[in-house]
């Protein structure tokens, strides 16, 4: 422990003095080893500060972001992993708090494939916590507490990441991994592997597959924002999208990456239906359906838009008059 702990100090002084970066890298990679093989309670709590730090601290570079995702990485590998034991599970939940994952689920920076990277590792760590807890207080954190709309409202600006929706998909199923920080299949090959959804009896937690309806619905209301289309019952937060465009390529790349998430969400619900008995359940839920019906009644006012894109993009295949996509 006191080499660990003499090790962070050292990477934090690198840090706040601007040394060299790959003085940083090497201390990092020296540190994802000590993560590997101590996970005691302290050292899990000591590894955490350290990673607030390293992406928070006021002079924060790229290197200190790189230093504190390496580290998370390293500390999810190993809690999140298919080896991890009971014993480091109750260290973990002993050692972390809700608040700390919110801080790393509200991440922002200009690197957005490190910043998706973190988002990922903080949905996984949440996942692996509300299952160590147990059902009772998963089932008071998304109920009592309002937990699907605090997700919600964390990852409102992560719809349009493939990686971000993927992993909310497998950590509804409680998959762990050992390779995280790698970008994960896409949603669709995800509902097409059988070891994944024909096997399991029952969703460990169906609400993260429920977010992607708040999710899909986040990018209509910015599509219908930019038109001008906005109900005025609408009140979800919305993200801004590439600034120094124009206002018809910013239509355009929203339009598509929205067409790209419905045609996603389409192909799960056929193939998930078709496939899964879990999946059907959960589909046919009053929760899903309350979403999608939402969903349903944005698009029929796309269907009018003027923009060429919102008109003939947004209407595919499942996504039809007639709603099958639901």
């Given at each position: 422990m006191k080499a660990l702990k003499k090790l962070l100090q050292q990477i934090k002084v690198c840090i706040l003095?601007?040394?060299?970066?790959?003085?940083?890298?090497?201390?990092?990679?020296?540190?994802?080893?000590?993560?590997?093989f101590d996970v005691s309670a302290e050292s899990i709590k000591h590894v955490s500060q350290f990673v607030i730090f390293a992406l928070y601290n006021e002079s924060a570079t790229e290197f200190s972001q790189e230093a504190g995702l390496q580290a998370l990485i390293a500390l999810t590998?190993?809690?999140?992993?298919?080896?991890?034991?009971?014993?480091?599970?109750?260290?973990?939940?002993?050692?972390?708090?809700?608040?700390?994952?919110?801080?790393?689920?509200?991440?922002?920076?200009?690197?957005?494939?490190?910043?998706?990277?973190?988002?990922?590792?903080a949905i996984c760590l949440l996942a692996k916590f509300l299952r160590v807890l147990g059902v009772n207080i998963t089932q008071r954190f998304f109920k009592a507490n309002r937990g699907l709309n605090v997700l919600s409202f964390f990852l409102q600006n992560w719809w349009n990441n493939d990686s971000?929706?993927?992993?909310?998909?497998?950590?509804?199923?409680?998959?762990?991994?050992?390779?995280?920080?790698?970008?994960?299949?896409?949603?669709?090959?995800?509902?097409?592997?059988?070891?994944?959804?024909?096997?399991?009896d029952k969703l460990v937690l169906p609400e993260l597959i429920t977010i992607l309806?708040?999710?899909?619905?986040?990018?209509?209301?910015?599509?219908?924002?930019?038109?001008?289309?906005?109900?005025?019952?609408?009140?979800?937060?919305?993200?801004?999208?590439?600034?120094?465009?124009?206002?018809?390529?910013?239509m355009t790349e929203l339009s598509f990456d929205l067409m790209h998430l419905l045609n996603q969400m389409a192909d799960m619900i056929e193939v998930g239906c078709s496939e899964s008995v879990?999946?059907?359940?959960?589909?046919?839920?009053?929760?899903?359906?309350?979403?999608?019906?939402?969903?349903?009644?944005?698009l029929k006012i796309l269907r009018h838009s003027p923009h060429p894109h919102c008109r003939s993009g947004l209407i595919l295949r499942h996504v039809l008059p007639g709603t099958s996509m639901f």
């Open positions: 003095e601007e040394e060299d970066a790959e003085i940083i890298q090497e201390l990092s990679r020296l540190l994802s080893i000590f993560i590997h590998n190993k809690l999140c992993g298919s080896t991890s034991s009971i014993k480091q599970l109750k260290k973990f939940s002993r050692s972390i708090s809700i608040h700390w994952i919110l801080l790393l689920l509200d991440y922002q920076s200009q690197n957005k494939p490190q910043a998706a990277k973190i988002v990922c590792c971000v929706v993927s992993v909310l998909f497998l950590n509804s199923f409680g998959i762990d991994s050992d390779v995280y920080g790698l970008n994960p299949p896409s949603l669709p090959e995800l509902t097409r592997n059988k070891s994944i959804t024909a096997s399991a309806n708040n999710m899909a619905l986040t990018g209509i209301i910015e599509l219908e924002k930019r038109q001008g289309r906005v109900p005025s019952t609408s009140s979800s937060p919305v993200k801004n999208i590439l600034d120094g465009s124009s206002a018809n390529d910013q879990t999946i059907q359940e959960l589909f046919t839920s009053k929760e899903w359906l309350e979403g999608a019906f939402e969903i349903v009644g944005h």
